[in-house]
């Protein structure tokens, strides 16, 4: 790097670190040098918005405080708490996380080691590596390429091979190697806060008057990315089927994004390219026509993930004796369901129908 180069790393970092320190977010793990209280943070924070996942974080170290306490709780509790988050494979890989680190005796201290743990990248190990333990290692997250994308003028696709390996050597020049945690912390914040993805308060910037971006008025085309394919749009079809005050759940199995949570009876067909119809539904259970009452209670209600746009439908189906059902279907109590670890669409559903019970309950 040249002495013109280093001076430039030199004033962009300082002006970050200048910045966090006056406009720097409060938060409740920036209070804390544990690792564990950092590491699940981290966790939480992926794909999840700040202001939301602070209740997660707190309900997580209110139940389980120590890293111990969370490799022995179960699956099915840690999915519990972790309802309503999505991507539930994080809970998933948490569990497993905090199994290998009581396993190793103590919180990994190198970057190498803390990324050999379930579920953990690049970009996590490097902000528990430097927030917890001061390891000289940038982050680089959506808000890191954001930021050095808009100031450096870099038009290099961020999710592109060259882009990510760009930026990340980029990031790492960048990094004062005294003052990582901090840097790293108000990179994340710059990016949160100031330069944001639309809107960016590039007035009041203290980078304004040396960012390409601005001076060349591309800030709205940066970062750039490779084009997207379009979401694949997928129909369910759930039936609440309930006698007495049964209801049917299943826990889904290995390979989803679901994996572990209860279900609601899934009537899905035709590789669920359009909805089960509600014959189709009656035809899956074998009834005969006097043991039940079927209503179509929610339509369409939309769920979107990273690559797929999910809708689904659900029936009310009132029956007069179980029927047979796979054996992967168990009935429990309808006051009980609240018990089990479900996903946000599946909690919709499910306060849809109880919904429609307790109105036609207070009719008649």
């Known amino acids: 790097m040249t002495d013109k180069q280093n001076n ?67 699956e099915d509790e840690v999915l519990k ?60 997250d959506g808000n890191v390429y954001r930021v050095l994308s808009r100031y450096f003028g870099i038009s290099t696709p961020i999710d592109s091979a060259q882009g990510k390996k760009e930026f990340a050597d980029l990031a790492q020049q960048l990094l004062p190697v005294n003052h990582a945690s901090a840097y790293n912390q108000g990179m994340m914040d ?4 100031q330069c944001t993805p639309t809107a960016p308060q590039c007035l009041l910037c203290p980078l304004s008057s040396s960012c390409l971006a601005l001076s060349e008025g ?44 209860f279900e609601l009876y899934n009537a899905s067909v035709h590789m669920a390219e359009k909805p089960a119809s509600a014959a189709e539904v009656v035809e899956q259970l074998h009834l005969p026509p006097s043991t039940y009452q079927l209503k179509l209670v929610v339509q369409g209600v939309k769920h979107v993930l990273t690559h797929r746009v999910l809708l689904a439908d659900c029936y009310l189906m009132e029956l007069k004796q179980q029927p047979a059902l796979p054996p992967d279907y168990v009935w429990v109590d309808e006051d009980s369901l609240e018990d089990y670890g479900i996903s946000r669409l599946m909690e919709i559903l499910i306060e849809r129908c109880q919904h429609d019970i307790q109105l036609r309950d207070e009719r008649e």
């Open 218 to 261: 591309t800030v709205a085309q940066l970062p750039v990315k490779q084009k997207t394919l379009k979401p694949v749009t997928q129909y369910l079809t759930y039936v609440y089927l309930r006698c007495g005050r049964q209801v049917a759940i299943r826990k889904r199995g290995k390979g989803d994004i679901w994996q572990g949570l």
């Open 190 to 193: 710059f990016g949160a806060i």
């Open 81 to 140: 708490l972790w309802q309503g988050l999505g991507y539930y494979s994080r809970a998933r890989n948490l569990l497993a996380a905090a199994r290998q680190i009581v396993q190793h005796g103590a919180f990994p201290d190198t970057y190498e080691e803390i990324r050999k743990l379930k579920g953990v990248g690049p970009y996590t190990a490097a902000a528990i590596g430097s927030i917890a333990f001061h390891l000289p290692v940038a982050v680089v």
């Open 8 to 74: 430039v790393s030199t004033r962009f970092a300082y002006t970050i670190l200048a910045w966090f320190a006056e406009n720097g977010r409060q938060l409740p793990w920036r209070n804390t040098n544990d690792p564990y209280a950092i590491w699940l943070s981290e966790i939480i924070l992926q794909q999840t918005r700040i202001v939301q996942g602070m209740d997660y974080w707190q309900r997580f170290m209110q139940r389980f405080p120590t890293v111990q306490q969370l490799a022995a709780a179960s």
